[in-house]
Protein backbone atom coordinates (compact mmCIF):
# COMPACT_ATOMS: atom_id res chain seq x y z
CA UNK A 1 0.00 0.00 0.00
CA UNK A 2 1.54 3.60 -0.90
CA UNK A 3 0.16 7.17 0.38
CA UNK A 4 -1.00 9.40 -2.24
CA UNK A 5 -2.88 12.29 -2.48
CA UNK A 6 -6.49 12.73 -4.35
CA UNK A 7 -6.88 16.33 -5.53
CA UNK A 8 -10.49 16.96 -4.66
CA UNK A 9 -10.63 20.37 -5.35
CA UNK A 10 -8.81 23.81 -6.31
CA UNK A 11 -9.03 26.82 -3.95
CA UNK A 12 -7.25 29.65 -6.84
CA UNK A 13 -7.06 28.91 -10.12
CA UNK A 14 -3.59 29.95 -10.91
CA UNK A 15 -2.51 26.81 -8.80
CA UNK A 16 -0.31 24.11 -10.69
CA UNK A 17 -3.00 21.52 -9.64
CA UNK A 18 -6.07 24.10 -11.51
CA UNK A 19 -8.19 21.24 -13.26
CA UNK A 20 -6.61 18.11 -11.89
CA UNK A 21 -9.36 17.57 -9.19
CA UNK A 22 -10.19 13.75 -8.95
CA UNK A 23 -5.97 12.64 -10.15
CA UNK A 24 -3.92 11.28 -7.56
CA UNK A 25 -0.15 12.50 -7.16
CA UNK A 26 2.71 11.44 -5.35
CA UNK A 27 2.78 12.17 -1.38
CA UNK A 28 5.83 13.52 -0.33
CA UNK A 29 5.46 14.47 3.25
CA UNK A 30 4.35 17.93 5.13
CA UNK A 31 4.90 21.59 5.22
CA UNK A 32 2.44 23.37 7.58
CA UNK A 33 -0.62 23.58 5.46
CA UNK A 34 0.17 21.96 2.94
CA UNK A 35 0.83 18.71 0.98
CA UNK A 36 4.80 18.31 -0.41
CA UNK A 37 3.88 16.71 -3.70
CA UNK A 38 5.72 16.38 -7.16
CA UNK A 39 3.93 17.65 -10.41
CA UNK A 40 3.69 15.45 -13.41
CA UNK A 41 6.35 17.61 -14.99
CA UNK A 42 8.59 16.42 -12.43
CA UNK A 43 8.99 19.33 -10.13
CA UNK A 44 8.21 19.45 -6.67
CA UNK A 45 5.20 21.71 -5.11
CA UNK A 46 2.90 22.25 -2.83
CA UNK A 47 -1.06 21.52 -2.85
CA UNK A 48 -3.29 22.88 0.30
CA UNK A 49 -4.53 20.81 2.79
CA UNK A 50 -8.28 21.81 1.75
CA UNK A 51 -7.82 21.46 -1.57
CA UNK A 52 -6.76 17.37 -1.31
CA UNK A 53 -6.84 14.23 0.68
CA UNK A 54 -4.64 11.85 1.61
CA UNK A 55 -5.51 8.37 0.38
CA UNK A 56 -3.89 4.46 0.33
CA UNK A 57 -3.63 3.14 -2.96
CA UNK A 58 -2.88 -0.54 -3.63
CA UNK A 59 -0.87 -1.16 -7.18
CA UNK A 60 -2.73 -3.54 -8.97
CA UNK A 61 -1.79 -6.41 -11.69
CA UNK A 62 -3.31 -5.88 -15.04
CA UNK A 63 -6.09 -8.13 -16.02
CA UNK A 64 -4.14 -10.38 -18.47
CA UNK A 65 -4.96 -10.88 -22.49
CA UNK A 66 -6.67 -13.87 -23.40
CA UNK A 67 -4.82 -16.85 -23.63
CA UNK A 68 -3.98 -16.88 -27.95
CA UNK A 69 -2.73 -19.57 -29.44
CA UNK A 70 0.41 -19.63 -31.14
CA UNK A 71 1.92 -21.56 -33.90
CA UNK A 72 5.62 -22.81 -33.26
CA UNK A 73 8.32 -20.88 -35.47
CA UNK A 74 10.64 -23.37 -37.90
CA UNK A 75 13.27 -22.25 -39.25
CA UNK A 76 15.48 -24.51 -42.13
CA UNK A 77 19.17 -24.56 -41.22
CA UNK A 78 21.03 -25.41 -44.13
CA UNK A 79 25.17 -26.54 -44.20
CA UNK A 80 27.25 -25.94 -47.50
CA UNK A 81 30.41 -28.12 -47.96
CA UNK A 82 32.58 -27.38 -50.55
CA UNK A 83 35.22 -29.72 -51.83
CA UNK A 84 38.59 -28.49 -53.53
CA UNK A 85 39.16 -32.17 -55.00
CA UNK A 86 36.45 -34.10 -56.65
CA UNK A 87 37.95 -37.27 -54.74
CA UNK A 88 37.55 -35.72 -51.14
CA UNK A 89 34.19 -36.50 -51.74
CA UNK A 90 33.90 -40.55 -52.37
CA UNK A 91 35.06 -40.52 -49.02
CA UNK A 92 32.39 -38.23 -47.56
CA UNK A 93 29.94 -39.71 -45.74
CA UNK A 94 26.81 -36.61 -45.97
CA UNK A 95 24.81 -38.34 -43.41
CA UNK A 96 27.71 -38.49 -40.26
CA UNK A 97 27.87 -34.53 -41.42
CA UNK A 98 23.77 -34.33 -40.84
CA UNK A 99 23.82 -35.96 -37.64
CA UNK A 100 27.10 -33.65 -36.46
CA UNK A 101 25.31 -30.99 -37.22
CA UNK A 102 22.02 -31.67 -35.56
CA UNK A 103 23.74 -32.89 -32.54
CA UNK A 104 25.53 -29.47 -32.15
CA UNK A 105 22.85 -27.47 -32.90
CA UNK A 106 20.89 -29.39 -30.13
CA UNK A 107 23.74 -28.97 -27.73
CA UNK A 108 23.58 -24.89 -28.37
CA UNK A 109 20.02 -24.86 -28.13
CA UNK A 110 19.75 -26.60 -24.40
CA UNK A 111 23.12 -24.43 -23.73
CA UNK A 112 21.31 -21.27 -24.09
CA UNK A 113 18.10 -23.04 -22.40
CA UNK A 114 16.34 -22.66 -26.26
CA UNK A 115 12.79 -24.65 -25.99
CA UNK A 116 13.14 -26.39 -29.84
CA UNK A 117 12.83 -29.95 -31.52
CA UNK A 118 15.61 -30.50 -34.03
CA UNK A 119 15.08 -32.62 -36.84
CA UNK A 120 16.39 -33.89 -40.17
CA UNK A 121 14.53 -33.17 -42.92
Known amino acids: MKKMLMITGCSNSSFWYAGKA ?31 ELVDVVPCV ?31 DTKALE ?5 RLRDMLIYRKIDAVVALG
Do not use: H
Open 99 to 103: REAVS
Open 22 to 52: GSVVDYLGLDRDEYITREPSGFVNIIKFADA
Open 62 to 92: PECAPAVDVQPLSYRVVVEVAFNKPEQLERF
